[in-house]
């Protein structure tokens, strides 16, 4: 049976955390569209030329609008993906340790070197879970905690076909 108040809390803590993160992309995003806008007019670029600029790059998923909608997917995903550890964790009562590990595809360096790692639930909460942007890789880390007892020793990579 889960822990209905540490779920509770994980998923409250993920709550305020996506809200954070959108908040801050669609503000850098309202940075960038000022910038282009001011620097256009800055070079005599009429309203309309603008106009017709940014709706082409909203329809093709350009620098601008392009960079937007990717870092909301990244968030998304990423928040999606720690709600569901969230749940595992909370079912997974008796797991006293966790081990960090990694899954060797575009993997950052923090997750190398945490990779094998085995802490309380409670100790990898304080360092920063898996995608939860404490690793250089942010909400792009594909990393597991599993029960320590698992005994993954090798590194699990990708062979070129």
Known sequence: ?????????????????????????????????SEFINLAKLQGASDSAIEQELL??????GRLFGEFRN????????????????????????????????VFVNTCPDCIERHGEIETMDEWEAQGL??????????????????SDYAILEPIKREAK
């Open 130 to 147: 898996p995608g939860a942007g404490f690793t250089v890789c942010k909400e792009f880390c594909n990393c597991i905690l599993v029960d």
């Open 1 to 33: 049976m889960a822990d209905t108040k540490k779920l509770k809390e994980m998923v409250n803590y993920e709550m305020e955390s996506m809200t954070i993160l959108l908040t801050s992309k669609a503000e850098k995003s309202a940075l960038t569209l």
């Open 56 to 61: 082409a790059d909203l329809e093709e998923g």
């Open 71 to 102: 870092a909301i997917k990244a968030t998304s995903n990423g928040v999606i993906k720690r709600m569901s550890d969230s749940g595992q964790y909370a079912e997974d009562l008796n797991v006293p340790t966790y081990m960090w590990v990694a």
